[in-house]
């Protein structure tokens, strides 16, 4: 089992940056595919982006492609989301996500979650 704690949300002005920090606890980390996901209000949950276990992998959805980088870092059980030339429609709250042997975009494939951190994205 493991426990997400999703950081690093904010206040941004269009075309900043924010790097959001996801910690897992558990000793079996390494075994999880990771991602991230959002979720604007009145709207529902999409993927935003994932990551194989060892960071060979990479998926993100094409409206945050070029502008968003996952990574991970095993040792530290961290992952990680930089987000770049934020526009205000990345505004949502983003969750992180976890699961063993899983390589998908719907949220319905993961089965632990953090709890959320908000990014707003205004001038």
């Known amino acids: 089992q493991v426990q997400l704690v999703e950081s690093g949300g904010g206040l941004v002005q269009p075309g900043g940056s924010l790097r959001l920090s996801c910690a897992a606890s558990?000793?079996?980390?390494?075994?999880?595919?990771m991602g991230w996901f959002r979720q604007a209000p009145g709207k529902e949950r999409e993927f935003v982006a994932t990551i194989s276990w060892s960071s060979g992998s990479t998926y993100y959805a094409d409206s945050v492609k070029g502008r968003f980088t996952i990574s991970r870092d095993n040792a530290k059980n961290m992952v990680y989301l930089q987000m770049n030339s934020l526009k205000p429609e990345d505004t949502a709250v983003y969750y992180c996500a976890a699961d063993v042997a899983v390589w998908g975009t719907s949220p319905d494939e993961y089965h632990y979650w953090g709890q959320g951190t908000q990014v707003t994205v205004s001038s």
């Open positions: 558990g000793r079996t980390f390494r075994r999880y595919t």
